[in-house]
């Protein structure tokens, strides 16, 4: 069965340090990969999305995810975070045919001034 | 505006009773969804509908009951609720859903909490 790991949890660091979320699926050929973020109180927003040819995909924000076929990942990065970037992170996947959605469990990221 | 829109935002309610949650979008979408997110933050699908059809209902207790009178609008009609039925429920849209590659856009969540 599809899944999708979000490692960590929760994970905090200092505005304006670079930032890196972690993400690994399990699925047996290439999904498409998607993450999202959810601002407190707010619905879901599409950062970015991979679905084929470049494996270093941009996403709005100043966001960019990597996608690595032999590690099974899809790592999202940020070089320098900002204040209101502070929110739930989801990865998730899309196996195909139906276009449901599967998510990780979510890491929520904490700004420091 | 042009989005995914839900109501109620927020619903309280006793255990027993029978609820609906609305959604709306007007993105001329084909493909609508709803997504429950528990205490954890945890987001699971629960069913899919395709131009009114159901295409996608993920073993989801049959006090639910999703409802789509046309592709713009897909409700849901829980019956019987439950404490563990206390939730955010999110509702979404895609592109012709089929394909597996198009972006979801979510409406703003409604709040459940049964008492």
């Known amino acids: 069965a599809q899944s999708v790991t979000q490692p960590d949890i929760h994970i905090t660091v200092s505005e304006g340090a670079s930032l890196e979320l972690r993400c690994n699926y399990s699925y047996g050929a290439t999904p498409y990969l998607f993450w999202y973020v959810q601002s407190p109180g707010q619905g879901l927003q599409l950062l970015l999305k991979y679905f084929s040819g470049d494996t270093l995909v941009q996403g709005i924000k100043g966001f960019e995810a990597e996608f690595k076929r032999s590690q099974s990942s899809f790592n999202l990065r940020k070089p320098s975070v900002h204040w209101s970037d502070a929110a739930e992170y989801f990865c998730a996947v899309s196996p195909g045919g139906y276009n449901k959605l599967i998510f990780g469990a979510g890491t929520r990221l904490a700004v420091h001034p | 505006d042009t989005a995914v829109s839900q109501t109620p935002k927020y619903l309280v309610t006793q255990m027993g009773n029978d609820k609906s949650i609305k959604c709306e979008q007007n993105?001329?979408?084909?493909?609508m969804y709803w997504y429950k997110q528990d205490s954890k933050k945890f987001l699971k699908i629960m069913f899919s509908y395709n131009n009114k059809e159901l295409i996608i209902n993920e073993t989801v207790p049959n006090r639910f009951s999703p409802k789509s009178p046309d592709k713009a609008h897909l409700n849901l009609h829980i019956n019987s609720l439950e404490l563990g039925d206390s939730a955010v429920y999110f509702c979404?849209?895609?592109?012709?859903?089929?394909?597996?590659?198009?972006?979801?856009?979510f409406g703003p969540g409604t709040r459940l909490t049964v008492l």
């Open positions: 993105l001329g979408h084909d493909t």
């Open positions: 979404a849209s895609s592109l012709q859903g089929l394909a597996g590659d198009n972006e979801q856009f």
